[in-house]
């Protein structure tokens, strides 16, 4: 995400909300030196182990490994969800280039250190938990929820058929029954059905008896500038594209569609940066300024047809996040749409 993006979770997500940070990454990271900003207000510095992920698996999750193996060689793994695991007996991952399972295993590492306080205190004194990335950039201050025992809140959109795992709030008491997903879907795991991440997490926090709250979204993810670019279901690679009102920073976005929402909740420009290739990008965010989740706006929902082949008409009044390559949850998602508004 780069410096713009760990300022901004510094700026309006630690100190509106007077929270902790504590940020868990790799050994090998020197986040003085890499994340400043992060270092300097963070609580916790929490370093994964010295592994590779399958050791992680094994250390983590032992009683998951047959499972997960059977799972994995028996099934329909999907380099999405399953990428990442090696299973027994295989010389190198079977998946391409997903991290779903990585995903999972970094929560599983990160219940382990909230336990941890818990067990150095008798009592914890949190009662919630944000997780979130650090290539967030984060809009405006992030709103107070209160999440009960039972709820995970999470921003609009990006959902994909289920509900996004990039940011999400919790009861910290609920934190195992939240973060604990792979030994879960080792044993749950429908090829048919879950076929994304999002998909399979909803499943999993549905199993558990956790209702998904939404609320305004006001994070998007950031890239910096050499990164790898990114192939979205067959559409082509979605271009390096600067941050409208920051375009001589070098971060940038990694997900463009994520900037519409956000700029909606936090009052942000619309005005694309002078490049190239932003022609494409320019017209779309003013087709759908102050229209972003009104999906029979004439502007807007003559694009979200493009984008989503949904057209105006199956939204109805309804508010529905507008993002390239995403339905409505009531034509796509069967099942997947007992989601609340907060």
Not at 222 to 229: I, L, S
Not at 268 to 297: D, I, M, V
Request: glycine share 8%; proline share 7%; net charge positive.
């Amino acid at each position: 995400g780069g410096p713009l993006a760990h300022k901004s979770i510094v700026r309006h997500l630690v100190r509106p909300l007077d929270a902790d940070l504590a940020v868990l990454t790799s050994f090998k990271v020197n986040v003085e030196a890499e994340s400043p900003a992060l270092f300097e207000a963070s609580t916790f510095i929490w370093k994964l182990h010295n592994a590779t992920w399958d050791q992680q698996l094994d250390t983590l999750e032992p009683e998951a490994r047959l499972q997960l193996n059977a799972t994995l060689n028996g099934g329909q793994p999907r380099s999405n969800v399953w990428g990442g695991i090696t299973p027994v007996g295989a010389r190198k991952p079977l998946f391409g280039a997903g991290t779903g399972a990585i995903i999972m295993l970094h929560w599983r590492a990160l219940l382990d250190r909230l336990d941890s306080l818990v067990e150095q205190s008798d009592t914890s004194r949190y009662g919630q938990v944000i997780v979130t990335r650090a290539g967030h950039f984060v809009g405006c201050d992030h709103p107070r929820v209160l999440p009960a025992l039972d709820d995970v809140f999470v921003p609009e959109g990006e959902n994909y058929g289920g509900v996004t795992d990039r940011h999400f709030v919790f009861a910290f008491a609920s934190r195992a029954r939240v973060l604990r997903m792979l030994p879960w879907l080792a044993t749950h795991d429908q090829p048919g059905v879950l076929w994304s991440p999002e998909r399979a997490w909803f499943a999993y926090l549905r199993a558990q008896g956790m209702r998904v709250v939404t609320f305004d979204r006001v994070v998007a993810l950031m890239r910096v500038h050499d990164e790898a670019r990114y192939n979205w279901h067959g559409h082509g690679p979605i271009p390096p594209l600067p941050m409208p009102g920051h375009c001589d920073d070098q971060s940038w976005l990694k997900y463009p569609f994520e900037y519409l929402a956000m700029a909606g909740s936090c009052d942000l420009t619309l005005e694309s940066c002078p490049k190239p290739q932003n022609r494409f990008f320019g017209p779309y965010l003013h087709w759908c300024a102050h229209k972003l989740h009104n999906c029979s706006a004439k502007g807007c929902g003559r694009a979200l047809e493009r984008m989503t082949n949904s057209g105006p008409k199956a939204c109805g009044q309804r508010r529905a996040p507008m993002y390239g390559f995403q339905v409505c949850n009531e034509r796509c998602s069967p099942g997947f749409s007992d989601t609340q508004k907060s």
